[in-house]
């Protein structure tokens, strides 16, 4: 079966043994796998290596938000691992993008991805934190951000995807998660797409 490349599994696991017991049961059908704060907390960069040494592209999700000085350090460690994609909170702002993507240069293979915004909050949510568009406009302002700042792309949910596919340059990288069913996003309309600021 052939590698689809379209497709990140994710490895939700908290020991290095589940994740790679995934990851032998799907062969040379996936090639492409995301380890997250949860198995790369437990279990720490060996699992990275491990993957990376059988010739598998692997995307850490690791959500940076920190100052431009830690985010550049982080994404260098994770260069220096072999990881192919790293995301970084756009909510960090210009600095920290800007500092993630300088520190990727060197490295032509990783790609720095931009969180927009966690696919768990709603408008209601954006509210309690002190953001009173609507999700989708939050969605487009920091998608532009990222790309401003030189980003490869942007994680958003499903819903957003085409509001982004036709915001983004061509070329721009857009990965979504698996949408849940009990989502709390309203759909995107397309009217975010250009007159949001």
Do not use: W
């Not at 908290?14 to 492409?32: N, P």
């Not at 909510?91 to 032509?108: E, M, R």
């Amino acid at each position: 079966m052939l590698t689809n490349s379209r497709v990140i599994v994710a490895l939700d696991f908290d020991s290095a043994s589940d994740a790679m017991a995934l990851v032998d049961s799907l062969g040379s059908s996936a090639g492409h796998f995301k380890i997250g704060l949860q198995l790369l907390t437990s279990e720490g960069p060996a699992v990275v290596k491990a993957l990376v040494s059988q010739g598998k592209k692997v995307f850490l999700d690791l959500k940076l938000h920190e100052i431009p000085a830690s985010v550049a350090g982080a994404v260098d460690a994770a260069a220096k691992l072999g990881a192919c994609m790293v995301t970084v909170h756009a909510s960090g702002g210009t600095a920290v993008l800007k500092a993630a993507v300088a520190a990727a240069k060197p490295f032509p293979e990783l790609k720095v991805l931009a969180l927009t915004v966690i696919t768990s909050l709603n408008d209601e949510d954006l509210r309690d934190i002190g953001v009173p568009d609507a999700v989708c406009v939050q969605v487009a302002r920091l998608a532009r951000l990222a790309m401003a700042a030189g980003c490869h792309g942007v994680i958003a949910s499903p819903d957003e995807a085409a509001l982004l596919k036709d915001m983004l340059p061509e070329g721009a990288l857009i990965v979504t998660p698996d949408k849940k069913p009990s989502s709390p996003r309203k759909i995107c309309s397309s009217s975010y797409k250009r007159d949001s600021k």
